[in-house]
């Protein structure tokens, strides 16, 4: 079924009433005209039958000429009368006045009928109504009739005018009634309807209250739904745009800003900064004090951030304890540098969690667009670079990226693909060091020191890739190559002169984090005189879980390999490891050889021999190139050297050689 308009609607309502007015009209004129009827039917009924008594009456002795004053009255007072005709005995009209009716129009009297049917009858059809009198004049009767004719016109024209009064005021209610419905309609209706269907359209702009109360019940439930739209919209857009945890902008939103900044950027010539800002030492935070914690960490990172910042400067975080802050519409770098030193400053005020005194600090580094990326991924990059260079120079801090720290780290990234490939295709060999007893000037051992032979570069010495591959973790598989490849040598030197040389290898750090460690040394030195292996450990190994360590070394050592402690004097707390782990050797760092003609160091260098010699430690000279600086060592008993005097880490093959001269 098609839908119909209100208004059309209204108009078939009208159109209904009007048709059920008439009707009522109808019957309202029907019964108007039957109480004319009545009405008038009673006054010519009351009329007639007076008429008749007075006839009665005056008939007795007197003539009918002198009571026709009566009879004309009677049809002047009496409207609804139009005339009277009285006939006598014979039927001969012996009255009839001239009053509406011309003379001598007779009225069949046939059409009359008795008055005393008046009741069963109505003025409207029947027009004549009689009565017979019988009087006695002397001894003979005398009858008369009368017959009274009805003025049918002047009925006709009361009811007319009746019938417009009624028609008239009918007419005029029907129309009020209609526009009064009509402005009803409009105003309660059809205009909140309207303006109901506007707000279901564009959801905006809220109608007022309603007076009919279902429509204000739609309104009511329309406000409801998009109260509850927008309120899901907001969350759906905030779960898509902003970090759960903190409420920050999430990484794909921040991307989409920096689009358009950078849009912005290139149409308006702005400039931006991107600082990348990365917790320090969450991790352990985390790990030590549970992942509740952290979060109330990160929580109370991104309240300082929200408020160091300024309105329109954009706070995120990336993940984890990763944060950007991008800052619009700055002067000068020196606006960053002040932003950078607040946020630092902030961050590191202790402040109160589950009621423990606490302080985290965060690193950070800085990229500037359009100077230091023209995309949103270098940029973030390049921020994300100088943030590390800030860490690697002691956390707490900023750094803004240059095109150094740009070239150190990519070198840094091709050198740790360098060392994936040299592990894979065998690219590092083992060269060999001499350590010279200084009384016989015989070689009595050797360092074994890695080099990686690039097909391109060349030799690649140490100090470009052990600490790299420290960072990635390599050196613990690269590691367990050198001791094999150490092992390897010493075998085949079993059945050489080369016999009794003692090979040390070194030992990262590192290696340490290697659970297995242990167990793989042992697998791997199981078929060599382990009196002939040697290990070169540096303090620095034993910074962190000191004890866990000094459980590897001292298990390390139960295997009968011996320990030399590398690089002594250079650290800070070197004699009080000598009593706590059993090393066999001291190895006197290359700085103190090099000054060995200061008296200091050489005073330095003689006191350490004394104390080795209390301790039953064998002395290695690091570094020495020069006879004078030989000489010096001998004299103040110095039992073996190091150093280019007798030769640079050399290949096996020329190892040899050298040892068969010597
Ligand atoms: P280190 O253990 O102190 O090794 C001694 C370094 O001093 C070697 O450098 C050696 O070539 C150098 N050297 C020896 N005598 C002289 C001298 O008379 N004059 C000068 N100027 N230098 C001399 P290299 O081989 O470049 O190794 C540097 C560092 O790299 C080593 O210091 C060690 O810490 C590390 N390293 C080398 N090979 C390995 C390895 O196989 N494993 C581990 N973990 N670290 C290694
Ligand atoms: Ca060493
Ligand atoms: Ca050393």
């Known amino acids: 079924m098609s839908s119909l308009s209100i208004k059309s609607f209204v108009i078939i309502v009208i159109l209904f009433l009007v048709c059920s007015e008439s009707l009522i009209f109808y019957s309202f004129f029907q019964d108007s005209k039957r109480s004319i009827n009545e009405i008038l039917t009673n006054s010519l009924q009351s009329d007639v039958l007076n008429l008749k008594h007075y006839m009665q009456k005056n008939l007795k002795q007197k003539d009918i000429n002198e009571i026709v004053s009566h009879m004309d009255n009677l049809i002047v007072i009496n409207p609804v009368i139009r005339d009277i005709h009285i006939l006598d005995n014979n039927k001969n009209i012996v009255y009839d006045p001239d009053i509406r009716m011309p003379q001598g129009t007779v009225h069949a009297t046939g059409e009359c009928i008795p008055i005393s049917k008046i009741v069963e009858t109505d003025l409207f059809t029947q027009n004549c109504y009689s009565f017979s009198i019988k009087t006695y004049k002397g001894l003979s009767p005398q009858y008369y009739y009368a017959n009274i004719y009805i003025d049918s016109k002047y009925i006709d024209n009361l009811v007319m005018q009746q019938m417009k009064k009624t028609l008239l005021l009918f007419a005029i209610a029907t129309f009020l009634f209609s526009i009064i419905l009509w402005l009803l309609f409009k105003h309660y209706v059809i205009l909140p309807l309207k303006g109901l269907r ?5 959801s905006e702009n809220p109608p007022k209250n309603f007076f009919i109360k279902e429509i204000e019940s739609i309104r009511y439930s329309l406000s409801m739904t998009f109260k509850r739209l927008k309120k899901e919209q907001e969350e759906l857009y905030n779960l898509s745009t902003k970090d759960p945890l903190s409420g920050l902008y999430n990484r794909l939103s921040l991307i989409e800003k920096l689009n358009w900044l950078i849009s912005k950027g290139q149409r308006d010539k702005d400039e931006f900064a991107i600082l990348f800002l990365d917790l320090d030492n969450f991790k352990n935070v985390n790990d030590s004090k549970g992942h509740e914690f952290g979060d109330k960490i990160l929580l109370h990172i991104s309240k300082t951030l929200l408020k160091a910042t300024r309105k329109n400067d954009i706070v995120s975080r990336l993940g984890g304890d990763e944060f950007v802050v991008v800052l619009s519409e700055f002067k000068d770098e020196n606006k960053i540098v002040e932003i950078a030193q607040r946020l630092k400053e902030n961050l590191s005020k202790p402040f109160k969690l589950d009621d423990e005194e606490f302080t985290i ?4 580094g800085i990229a500037i667009y359009p100077k230091d990326g023209k995309d949103v991924k270098t940029l973030l990059q390049n921020a994300d670079i100088a943030m590390y260079k800030s860490k690697e120079l002691g956390k707490n801090n900023y750094q803004f990226f240059t095109d150094d720290i740009n070239k150190a780290v990519q070198e840094r990234i091709s050198m740790q693909k360098t060392i994936r490939n040299a592990l894979q295709n065998n690219h590092f060999k083992l060269f060999y060091q001499p350590k010279v007893d200084i009384k016989t000037n ?14 391109i570069e060349g030799i690649i010495p140490p100090y470009k890739f052990i600490s790299i591959a420290e960072e ?12 094999k490849e150490a092992v390897s040598q010493i075998k085949k030197w079993e059945q050489t002169p080369l016999k009794d040389i003692k090979v040390s290898i070194n030992l990262s750090g590192v290696q340490f984090k290697d659970q297995e460690l242990l167990q793989k040394i042992e697998i791997l030195t199981k078929d060599i005189d382990r009196s002939k292996f040697d290990i070169e450990l540096t303090e620095s190994v034993l910074i962190e879980e000191f004890q866990e360590r000094l459980n590897v070394i001292k298990d390390i050592k139960k295997l009968g390999i011996s320990l030399s402690l590398d690089d002594f004097g250079t650290g800070y707390s070197s004699l009080s490891y000598l009593k706590d782990i059993p090393f066999d050797t001291l190895k006197i760092d290359k700085a103190f050889i090099d000054n060995i003609y200061t008296k200091d160091d050489l005073t330095f260098i003689n006191m350490i021999i004394g104390i080795a010699d209390d301790l039953e430690l064998n002395v290695v000279a690091e570094g020495v190139e020069t006879k004078e600086q030989l000489k010096l060592l001998k004299e103040i008993n110095c039992e073996q050297y190091q150093g280019y005097l007798c030769s640079k880490p050399v290949p096996p093959k020329e190892f040899e050689e050298l040892f068969s001269k010597n």
Request: charged fraction near 15%.
């Open 198 to 202: 506007q707000y279901a359209y564009y």
């Open 361 to 364: 600090t965060a690193s950070m």
């Open 442 to 455: 015989k070689i009595v051992a050797c360092e074994a020191l890695v080099r990686l032979i690039d097909p």
């Open 472 to 483: 990635n973790m390599s050196i613990i598989p690269l590691g367990e190559w050198i001791i």
